[in-house]
């Protein structure tokens, strides 16, 4: 199914580019969080929904721009979880760092991913253990790798005093910021070596970036050492987290 969950993730990019192109309005407004939402974030979550339901009709879908009360989810073992358009800031900034997301959950656990950059043109996948990033019609395999000093990614939109005193204690490092869940995946590719997160995220956030970093490598743990778990619960809150390669 990991194919046609990439041309699916393609689809929402090209909705979303006709907005970002200026080829439609963005209207932007603001959620109940204060977050953003474009028509390119619910156009991109139309384009998902029906794909997914076309795909595997038996498998529910929570999106972030429609999410399922607790009562209609509680007692689901296998979902989709969606973010249409993952930094959605950076859109509207027009600095290309953005991702359309798509993850399978199966008993918690991020079994397939897909994290798409359409400005970028850039797809990250994972499926049965293995992760691969495609650019320029060219698809390979990736794998974490080591580096010294280590290349730290950190959120371009959400910085915090806990970061700074976490960098400060680390030794020596470099760092760069980029948003969306291409943190996740400069871990997963080698680039970067570990990406340190203190501030909020939603499972929709990063269920598809860890899917792709475990798949090549990476450990992706709360600062309790456990793993990240995507079992339905109450809150879509992630506790803080880190993306490491040791």
Not at 94 to 123: C, S
Not at 154 to 172: F, I, N
Request: hydrophobic content about 40%; proline content about 6%; overall charge negative.
């Amino acid at each position: 199914m990991l194919d046609e969950i990439c041309q699916l993730a393609r689809k929402a990019g090209d909705v979303i580019m006709e907005v970002y192109d200026g080829q439609a309005p963005m209207d932007v407004a603001h959620k109940s969080d204060d977050s953003p939402v474009t028509a390119a974030d619910i156009a991109a979550h139309k384009v998902i929904l029906q794909g997914l339901s076309g795909l595997s009709p038996d498998i529910p879908v929570l999106s972030e721009e429609d999410p399922p009360d607790w009562e209609a989810r509680q007692h689901w073992q296998r979902y989709w979880l969606v973010d249409p358009l993952d930094g959605t800031k950076e859109f509207i900034k027009r600095n290309g760092e953005f991702t359309v997301n798509i993850a399978l959950i199966d008993n918690g656990k991020p079994v397939l991913g897909v994290v798409y950059a359409p400005v970028l043109n850039v797809m990250y996948s994972a499926a049965e253990g293995k992760a691969w990033k495609e650019e320029g019609g060219h698809r390979v395999q990736i794998h974490v790798r080591e580096a010294r000093p280590p290349l730290v990614v950190v959120s371009r939109s959400h910085a915090d005093t806990e970061l700074e005193d976490y960098l400060s204690q680390l030794g020596e490092h470099q760092t760069t910021a980029i948003g969306s869940s291409l943190k996740f995946c400069l871990v997963a590719e080698g680039k970067a070596q570990l990406y340190p997160r203190f501030g909020p995220t939603n499972i929709w956030d990063t269920g598809a970036g860890h899917a792709v970093a475990i798949a090549a490598g990476a450990h992706v743990h709360d600062w309790q050492g456990r793993t990240l778990d995507y079992a339905p619960r109450e809150s879509f809150l992630n506790p803080g987290f880190r993306v490491s390669i040791f």
